[in-house]
């Protein structure tokens, strides 16, 4: 269970130490936006240090008067075993891995954070609403690691005006199997995050038996709509930096506890012309379902 939120460090870090596994390109763009963000403020006084993961042994980070940014899952396993006094920031890391970690380090919230990489459900069915207004039935398949967020679905679906119609997947046998009884009864897919369900040896039955029933799927990375998804909400590293840097900037001044995970802020799309061609689904360019999207959220957050 998640523990209460307390104050856990009382003096303001004055570094931060960036963890990676390894400097991929992905990571080294993290790391170079991170730190434009940082010199653009020239009030804010943060040393920046980088380090790779090594292979065994402690890491080396200044407990305690650092906030430690931890990019990826490794890198965020290995830094939540330091003293749960030091402030850590994961990123690139899905919602139900950073709660499985936080749960296994027996870490509090306060100084153990996430920006996840699930986009919020809100916002990936604006986008299927943006290029299928129209559709009524979303097909979800889940796994052992997101059925527990079924329920969240289903109530945000009902929110954005879509009826959820959910398979669960016990084992890769079942894969499709359960995906062509979705297909039939559904207008699309919405891909969930699941290493079980979306994988790299998944992905083309997925996308080929879609396909032959005429559907879309909706996904949650520029790689699967390049494989043959319609569509996809997603956050770049820069984006992702300039989150990070807003929330490093905010709780060194406000050092008591650090933000709740939270979705990414920043986002993009991206379309798949061939496909939506090949589906007769006639699609606006990025640009414009993008600003649609901005709009819906704006009016959103002022409903709030």
């Known amino acids: 269970m998640i523990g209460l ?3 856990f460090f009382a003096h303001a870090y004055t570094g931060v130490t960036i963890v990676m596994n ?3 390109q992905a990571n080294i763009e993290f790391v170079e936006q991170f730190k434009a963000e940082l010199a653009e403020r020239k009030h804010i006084h943060l040393r920046v240090n980088v380090i790779t993961l090594p292979v065994a042994g402690k890491l080396a980070v200044a ?3 650092e906030l430690v940014i931890a990019l990826g899952v490794k890198a965020l396993e290995a830094s939540s075993k330091l003293q ?6 994961g990123v690139f890391t899905p919602l139900p891995v950073f709660n499985s ?3 296994k380090s027996r870490r509090d919230l306060g100084n153990f954070s996430a920006i996840v990489l699930d986009q919020s459900y809100a916002r990936q069915m604006s986008l299927i609403k943006k290029i299928l207004p129209e559709a009524k039935t979303l097909g979800i398949l889940l796994g052992a690691t997101s059925s527990p967020y079924g329920k969240l679905l289903k109530e945000e679906a009902e929110k954005s005006g879509f009826v959820i119609l959910e398979e669960i997947v016990d084992q890769e046998a079942d894969l499709i199997p359960k995906l062509k009884k979705l297909l039939e009864s559904t207008d699309a897919l919405m891909a969930i995050p699941d290493p079980l369900i979306y994988s790299r040896e998944t992905a083309q039955p997925i996308l080929l038996t879609s396909y032959r029933y005429k559907k879309p799927i909706f996904g949650y990375s520029q790689s699967y709509v390049r494989a043959g998804g319609l569509a996809a909400v997603y956050s770049n590293s820069k984006q992702l930096a300039r989150q990070a840097a807003e929330i490093a900037i905010k709780s060194q001044q406000a050092p008591s506890e650090l933000p ?3 979705a990414p802020k920043y986002f993009s799309i991206m379309l798949n012309y061939q ?3 090949s589906l007769n689904i006639p699609l606006q360019n990025e640009e414009t379902v993008y600003k649609k999207m ?3 959220e704006a009016v959103a957050g002022k409903v709030k």
């Open 260 to 262: 709740p995970p939270q």
């Open 275 to 277: 496909v939506a061609r």
């Open 101 to 103: 970690l936080m749960q």
């Open 63 to 65: 407990e305690n008067s």
């Open 84 to 89: 749960h006094t030091t402030p850590i920031l």
């Open 22 to 24: 390894a400097p991929t």
């Open 5 to 7: 939120v307390a104050p």
């Open 294 to 296: 901005l709009e819906s």
